[in-house]
């Protein structure tokens, strides 16, 4: 059963109209990420929240947005999407003791802007 | 800086040969993560394994192995009889430990896309 599940897998959004992606996990992690990764280059990281708390990437663009309402589910908005925001976003998860530990990728979500 | 670079773009081989991709990187902590994913067409990122800087004994699973050699910062991962099932983007990644509570950042390199043919 997937752990981490990503909603919707495919997103078409025009030229600045906003887009939501959601993350849904059943493993009760504290950790949840977003990671941009654009064709043929590695996941980037986005931001992450440990528990409520927000990590923003120093690069991380303010026309990214991030919610975590509860510890299940985690938000991604784009407010003003861009061409150059076409990607694969993925949501991941990690247990949060302390130590690095092994991150659980969901599927992702194509975003393509038209 | 950290930073983790994974010189071969592409390889590809005929079904039951072994290929070894190459993971080189570069970090100033002395407590550290190194981690395999294997990335499938399907896209989610499929957790292979985790080494840690003080374990450098090298790893096998299956047809899979992992050579880890803090002298020359590197960390190879090597199918033994390939498989068209072993097809996909696979990342090497490093993460620092960070004792604060929060966790450390993946730093990925940019992926070995493997090919393997019939």
Redesign the interface.
Known sequence: DAMVIQNPRYQVTQFGKPVTLSCSQTLNHNVMYWYQQKSSQAPKLLFHYYDKDFNNEADTPDNFQSRRPNTSFCFLDIRSPGLGDAAMYLCATSSGTGVTGELFFGEGSRLTVL | AQKVTQAQTEISVVEKEDVTLDCVYETRDTTY?L?W?KQPP??????LI?RNSFDEQNEISGRYSWNFQKSTSSFNFTITASQVVDSAVY?CAL????????????I????TKLSVKP
């Open positions: 993560y981690f994913y399907s896209g989610e990122l499929v957790f985790r990342f993460s620092e430990v960070n004792y604060g509570g929060s966790q450390g950042n993946l990925f390199g940019k992926g």
